[in-house]
T-cell receptor, first 114, second 114 residues
Framework: DADVTQTPRNRITKTGKRIMLECSQT?????MYWYRQDPGLGLRLIYY???????NKGEISDGYSVSRQAQAKFSLSLESAIPNQTALYFC?????????????FGPGTRLTVL | GDSVTQMEGPVTLSEEAFLTINCTYT??????LFWYVQYPGEGLQLLLK?????DKGSNKGFEATYRKETTSFHLEKGSVQVSDSAVYFC?????????????FGKGTKLSVIP
């Protein structure tokens, strides 16, 4: 079984709809991250969380919100989706100690906003 | 701020050719450096990493050496295979207390033809 899972894997929605993307991990990591990937732009950080009570904005948080429901679950919401939020979204986790700088990624959610 | 610049693709090579993907970085302090690989339809996987100057990361025949004097972390492989076709991302993680954000390059798409 995959250590970091994301649901759904694909989603098509319409402008103005509220969308939630979910991420779960079985790695026992404290830190979780949400990125978006756009062609030619690499990955950009949306939000990150060091534990259940610690949530921080990343580089491009406008238009997004997150919820850390438990150590293993981190959800990303688009309150009112717009077409330029069409992208590939990745969740990632990292642990503590010697490998805290290494992140482990889920398979991604492809979101299309019409 | 921190940044990563990697050679633009796409790169097309014949099987068994030598691969170099250039990566240079700008960062304060002593960041850890990474190469991630994204196979078609999948999430990012850590390929290799190096945490200090002159360290060499290696995995699956790929190598990269942390060169602080030239702020570079070029990816090399002596003989590529069709299965190496993927997008490769160079990334850095700064060594700053409380900050564990990865900064990615824009990615280089590699296609290996038989």
């Amino acid at each position: 079984d995959a250590d970091v899972t994301q649901t759904p894997r694909n989603r098509i929605t319409k402008t103005g709809k509220r969308i939630m993307l979910e991420c779960s991990q079985t790695k026992g990591h404290d830190r979780m991250y949400w990125y978006r990937q756009d062609p030619g732009l690499g990955l950009r950080l949306i939000y990150y969380s060091f534990d259940v009570k610690d949530i921080n904005k990343g580089e491009i948080s406008d238009g997004y919100s997150v919820s850390r429901q438990a150590q293993a679950k981190f959800s990303l919401s688009l309150e009112s989706a717009i077409p330029n939020q069409t992208a590939l979204y990745f969740c990632a986790t990292s642990g503590v100690g010697a490998s805290t700088d290494t992140q482990y990624f889920g398979p991604g959610t492809r979101l299309t906003v019409l | 701020g921190d940044s990563v610049t990697q050679m633009e693709g796409p790169v097309t090579l014949s099987e068994e050719a030598f691969l170099t993907i250039n990566c240079t970085y700008t960062a304060t302090g002593y960041p850890s450096l990474f190469w991630y690989v994204q196979y078609p339809g999948e999430g990012l996987q850590l390929l290799l990493k190096a945490t200090k100057a002159d360290d060499k990361g290696s995995n699956k025949g790929f190598e990269a050496t942390y060169r602080k004097e030239t702020t570079s972390f070029h990816l090399e492989k002596g003989s590529v295979q069709v299965s190496d076709s993927a997008v490769y991302f160079c990334a850095l993680s700064p060594y700053r207390a409380g900050s564990y954000q990865l900064t990615f390059g824009k990615g280089t798409k590699l296609s290996v033809i038989p």
